[in-house]
């Protein structure tokens, strides 16, 4: 008996992962209730793609070169030959079945919202899962920075759903295919004139992949990058005057940012907007949510040339900072009332009235073991259940109960009908 697992264990949740247990999980699916009802306030319907993919459309879509298709995804290869993978991120499926399911003929701007779980083999820590859970929402045809404005709208919309406070929002523009290559040009001579400082990864990346040098948290490139040239001075008018536009949407609704020349994220789709939310209560990892605008994906997956933004954010991060901040109390159904018996006849009439409390909502349980009366008050007070019913052969003949009041430390005999009146009176008002 010395395992902490009382020599049951043989099997333990793989690394990266976890399990969700009552009470907690009881948060998860209100606070998803929740994203769902605030995701409504602006229009976006809810979308549900299935687990696994083809292994083929994360690498068009996220890009080869990039750390989460290269090192990250958790690929296998199924019975009938077909390379598969556990979807790393939302947008790639959501385009995918947007455009398989026509939602190309729907009225513009199709929006959208998940809420699903995602597989990285990343390396584990505070607030970094490989198997986790995404909030994310995608909009679907318009050009127009208002719709990258309200995207940020709506992502603010549910962190203050969420109660959270102290939010950065980092943005930055990296340009389109008219403007990119001369940055990229640019970009890489400063990195190669500067590759004796860099980390091998970014000198190895310079050449593939010199946008995501930006990305680099390593001190030493860090103090290279400051040097950098910012991509927001090689922008092309478009873009430029875009990014001013959004910049200037932002202002009028009041939304604080902060542009960041180095932000890019981690994908290869994004062109023009990219931002980020952090909260300041998270630590290394901070960053809640992230996103921007793919105007290329829809077309090289195989459809028509359609604009599109969007951003998700981690509900495990979410999650930590609500609980440590309490910044939502969750109120979750217990049970209200245990039915005592014993045995027999009592335990059949037990599930009757059980039956007849939760029609009509009473949250109710019953010694199914019909243990008696010491047994069902040892249970119902550890578990905190505020009454306990009796029901014995007089009870039956006289449909009158004893209800037990185990807070208030008083009993009544009553009939079913009172019974129901006394508790919901009680619970009314929580
Ligand atoms: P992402 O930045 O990779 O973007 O992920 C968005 C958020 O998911 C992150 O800010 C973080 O909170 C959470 N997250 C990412 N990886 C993990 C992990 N290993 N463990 C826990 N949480 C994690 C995307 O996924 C893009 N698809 C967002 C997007 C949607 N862009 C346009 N539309």
Same mark, same amino acid.
């Given at each position: 008996m010395n395992s902490p697992y009382n020599g049951f264990m043989k099997f333990t949740r793989l690394i990266g992962t976890k399990d969700i247990l009552p009470g907690e999980s009881y948060q998860w699916i209100a606070l998803q209730n929740r994203l769902r009802e605030a995701s409504a306030h602006f229009g976006y319907r809810e979308i549900i793609t299935p687990m696994i993919e083809m292994t083929h459309l994360f690498i068009h879509s996220v890009g080869d070169v990039t750390d989460i298709v290269s090192k990250e995804m958790y690929h296998f290869r199924d019975k009938g030959d077909r390379e598969i993978t556990l979807k790393p991120e939302g947008t790639s499926s959501v385009v *995918?079945?947007? #455009?398989?399911?026509? #939602?190309?003929?729907w009225t513009k701007p199709v929006k959208l919202y998940y809420l699903d779980r995602y597989f990285r083999y990343e390396k584990p820590q505070k607030g970094r899962y490989r198997e986790f859970h995404q909030y994310g929402a995608e909009c679907f045809g318009s050009e127009s920075p208002a719709v990258d404005t309200e995207m940020i709208q709506l992502a603010f919309h549910l962190l203050q759903c969420m109660g959270m406070k102290e939010l950065v929002l980092q943005l930055n523009s990296i340009g389109c295919p /008219?403007? *990119?290559? *001369?940055?990229?040009?640019? #970009?890489v001579s400063f990195l190669t004139a500067h590759e004796l400082a860099l980390c091998p990864e970014c000198r190895n990346r310079t050449d593939k992949n010199p946008l995501r040098v930006l990305d680099c948290k390593k001190e030493?490139? +860090?103090?290279?990058l400051a040097e950098a040239p910012a991509i927001v001075e090689y922008l092309c008018s478009d873009c430029a005057v875009h990014f001013l536009t959004l910049q200037k949407y932002l202002q009028a609704l009041s939304l604080p940012f902060q542009c960041n020349p180095r932000l890019v994220r981690g994908f290869d789709y994004y062109n023009r907007t990219v931002f980020e939310i952090s909260s300041t209560s #998270?630590? =290394? +990892?901070?960053a809640l949510l992230g996103g921007g605008r793919y105007d290329y994906l829809v077309e090289m997956l195989g459809g028509p040339s359609t604009p599109a933004v969007g951003f998700a954010m981690g509900l495990e991060r979410a999650m930590m900072i609500i609980q440590e901040?309490?910044?939502?109390l969750f109120h979750e159904p217990s049970t209200k009332i245990w039915i005592a018996n014993f045995g027999g006849e009592t335990l059949h009439? =037990?599930?009757?009235?059980?039956?007849?409390?939760?029609r009509v909502d009473v949250n109710t349980e019953v010694?199914?073991?019909?243990?008696?009366?010491?047994?069902?008050?040892?249970? /119902?007070?550890?578990?905190e259940i505020p009454y306990l019913l009796i029901i014995g052969e007089d009870e039956i003949k006289s449909q009158q109960y004893t209800l037990k009041d185990l807070q208030l430390k008083s009993q009544q005999t009553m009939g079913l009908?009172?019974?129901?009146?006394?508790?919901?009176?009680?619970?009314?008002?929580?």
């Open positions: *995918r079945a947007y #455009l398989e399911n026509h #939602l190309t003929d /008219a403007c *990119r290559p *001369r940055y990229r040009e640019i #970009l030493t490139c +860090q103090k290279v #998270l630590g =290394s +990892q901070s901040t309490n910044s939502i009439e =037990s599930l009757t009235v059980a039956d007849s409390l939760r010694d199914l073991e019909g243990k008696g009366i010491k047994k069902s008050l040892e249970i /119902a007070l550890k578990k009908s009172d019974i129901i009146h006394t508790v919901k009176a009680r619970y009314a008002s929580l």
